[in-house]
């Protein structure tokens, strides 16, 4: 039995090293994954207004932060590009481009690092689309599944071929795992990884990466016909259970705080490595807060990946990785 005053729980509180000395969990640069937004040019930086501190990169720029990752010991960039309005479609097709924005980001990061850093490639349709929806449409706007499927392939194979380290399908297409994992076996990629967006909600916090990408004037209408209802917990175990059965290593839960319960449920039911994905409009919340003079960044910043790392998760994509990494004393 435990009961006061014998045991008093503010013991182990009372100073700095016991506190250090009984904490249960740590988070450490390589528990980060860093998002990179691409853009077209030379030399340039483009500011992304609806997520403060973050900009846009042009190939060179994105190198420069894949070396100051590997010196500051993360080791996973996830890249996003914003594809130039041009070579939008209605059916995406630059996505299959091997000399796309994102596969000429993907070969210099590899040239210039090798295997210093992990590159992790999203796959959906989003960046590509003149309509900004993550797949292929009918005349009614609804988003295709088994055709995506087949656009999906061949854009996991065109990122695999330019040397990307895990794809990451982000568009929540039913069987899309199983048909990438099968395309990578055939093609002699047999250690590129998939880290499968398993849970992904339709979520209001994503506007400022629609934004970041250039697809926020593009989208009509919503997700809510891939992306799962907010309200669902039980059906998020049944995506990671049908995603680890067709071959994904590591599954995701995004967005990140709001469903900290799933990535819970998630590790409690299948003991695999769990991400979350801090998104957009979760980095701008805390911004924003911090822009209002109601927060701290560097206490709200490590607080929250200290969440991620108690729920279980393996690691955090977070557009705070530079900076959280630079706090850990890196
Ligand atoms: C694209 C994709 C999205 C995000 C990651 N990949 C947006 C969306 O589904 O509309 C969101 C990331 C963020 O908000 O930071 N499929």
Same mark, same amino acid.
């Given at each position: 039995?435990?009961?006061?005053?014998?045991?008093?729980?503010?013991?182990?509180?009372?100073?700095?090293?016991?506190?250090?000395?009984?904490?249960?969990?740590?988070?450490?640069?390589?528990?980060?994954?860093?998002?990179?937004?691409?853009?077209?040019?030379?030399?340039?930086?483009?500011?992304?207004?609806?997520?403060?501190?973050?900009?846009?990169?042009?190939?060179?720029?994105?190198?420069?932060?894949?070396?100051?990752?590997?010196?500051?010991?993360?080791?996973?960039?996830?890249?996003?590009?914003?594809?130039?309005?041009?070579?939008?479609?209605?059916?995406?097709?630059?996505?299959?481009?091997?000399?796309?924005?994102?596969?000429?980001?993907?070969?210099?990061?590899?040239?210039?690092?090798?295997?210093?850093?992990?590159?992790?490639?999203?796959?959906?349709?989003?960046?590509?689309?003149?309509?900004?929806?993550?797949?292929?449409?009918?005349?009614?706007?609804?988003?295709?599944?088994?055709?995506?499927?087949?656009?999906?392939?061949?854009?996991?194979?065109?990122?695999?071929?330019?040397?990307?380290?895990?794809?990451?399908?982000?568009?929540?297409?039913?069987?899309?795992?199983?048909?990438?994992?099968?395309?990578?076996?055939?093609?002699?990629?047999?250690?590129?990884?998939?880290?499968?967006?398993?849970?992904?909600? +339709?979520? #209001?916090?994503?506007?400022?990466? *629609? $934004? %970041?990408?250039?697809?926020?004037? !593009? &989208?009509?209408?919503?997700?809510?016909?891939?992306?799962?209802?907010?309200?669902?917990?039980?059906?998020?175990?049944?995506?990671?259970?049908?995603?680890?059965?067709?071959?994904?290593?590591?599954?995701?839960?995004?967005?990140?705080?709001?469903?900290?319960?799933?990535?819970?449920?998630?590790?409690?039911?299948?003991?695999?490595?769990?991400?979350?994905?801090?998104?957009?409009?979760?980095?701008?919340?805390?911004?924003? +807060?911090? #822009?209002?003079?109601?927060?701290? *960044? $560097? %206490?709200?910043?490590?607080?929250? !990946? &200290?969440?991620?790392?108690?729920?279980?998760?393996?690691?955090?994509?977070?557009?705070?990785?530079?900076?959280?990494?630079?706090?850990?004393?890196?």
């Amino acid at each position: 039995m435990t009961s006061y005053p014998m045991t008093r729980l503010r013991r182990t509180r009372s100073t700095a090293w016991s506190r250090a000395m009984h904490r249960e969990v740590l988070v450490t640069p390589a528990d980060l994954i860093w998002p990179l937004f691409v853009t077209e040019g030379e030399g340039l930086e483009d500011p992304i207004l609806s997520l403060p501190g973050v900009s846009r990169w042009s190939v060179d720029g994105i190198v420069a932060r894949a070396k100051e990752a590997v010196a500051l010991g993360i080791p996973c960039l996830a890249l996003f590009p914003n594809t130039q309005a041009d070579r939008r479609s209605e059916d995406g097709k630059e996505a299959l481009n091997p000399d796309n924005l994102m596969c000429r980001a993907i070969r210099a990061i590899k040239d210039a690092c090798g295997n210093d850093i992990g590159v992790l490639t999203d796959v959906a349709l989003d960046p590509y689309t003149s309509h900004g929806q993550d797949g292929l449409i009918d005349d009614a706007g609804y988003v295709l599944n088994d055709a995506t499927v087949e656009a999906l392939v061949g854009q996991s194979l065109n990122q695999a071929s330019a040397g990307a380290d895990i794809i990451a399908p982000s568009d929540m297409m039913d069987g899309r795992v199983g048909a990438i994992r099968e395309a990578l076996e055939s093609a002699g990629h047999v250690n590129v990884q998939i880290m499968s967006y398993a849970a992904k909600y +339709a979520s #209001a916090f994503y506007g400022p990466f *629609r $934004d %970041a990408v250039g697809s926020r004037g !593009l &989208l009509k209408g919503d997700k809510k016909t891939y992306q799962m209802d907010p309200g669902n917990a039980e059906e998020a175990l049944r995506e990671v259970e049908m995603d680890l059965a067709e071959g994904a290593d590591s599954v995701m839960v995004k967005p990140g705080l709001p469903y900290l319960d799933i990535a819970v449920r998630v590790k409690e039911a299948f003991g695999v490595p769990v991400f979350a994905y801090q998104v957009s409009g979760e980095y701008a919340m805390i911004e924003a +807060a911090v #822009a209002a003079g109601a927060a701290d *960044r $560097d %206490a709200m910043v490590l607080e929250t !990946l &200290l969440a991620f790392k108690r729920a279980g998760c393996s690691g955090v994509l977070t557009y705070h990785a530079a900076h959280a990494a630079r706090l850990m004393g890196a």
